[in-house]
């Protein structure tokens, strides 16, 4: 029976030809099935993992001031938030239960 440990949790191994075949950088997490081009990627990894994806980075997009800014607009920052917040007590909007099993 053949067990890999990681940190504090064991796993088991069913085909251990295919798991002695494999090598991984601790730093990053990448996997080779060659040592040698675990060996060159080893002398130069950074531990940085490096995330791609479509159509770029993530960008807040604008607010609607910021629109109305762009179209020559401009709002003043006194009246771009209420000044009071609205709060509802849901419990008042529900009808009482007339049933003997309730507490």
Not at 33 to 49: I, K, L, M, Q, S
Not at 61 to 71: A, H, M, R, S
Not at 90 to 102: G, M, N, Q, V
Request: proline content about 8%; aromatic content about 16%; charged content about 30%.
């Amino acid at each position: 029976m053949y067990l890999n440990l990681y940190q504090s949790h064991f796993s088991y191994i069913k085909d251990f030809k295919k798991y002695a075949k494999s090598y991984a950088c601790p730093k990053c997490g990448k996997k080779w099935r060659h040592p040698g081009n675990f060996r060159r990627h080893e002398v130069t990894c950074d531990g940085a993992v490096t995330y791609k994806y479509p159509g770029g980075a993530y960008h807040l997009p604008q607010t609607i001031f910021q629109k109305l800014e762009d179209e020559g607009i401009d709002v003043p920052t006194k009246d771009r938030y209420y000044p009071f917040r609205a709060t509802y007590d849901i419990e008042c909007l529900l009808k009482p239960l007339k049933d003997d099993t309730t507490p």
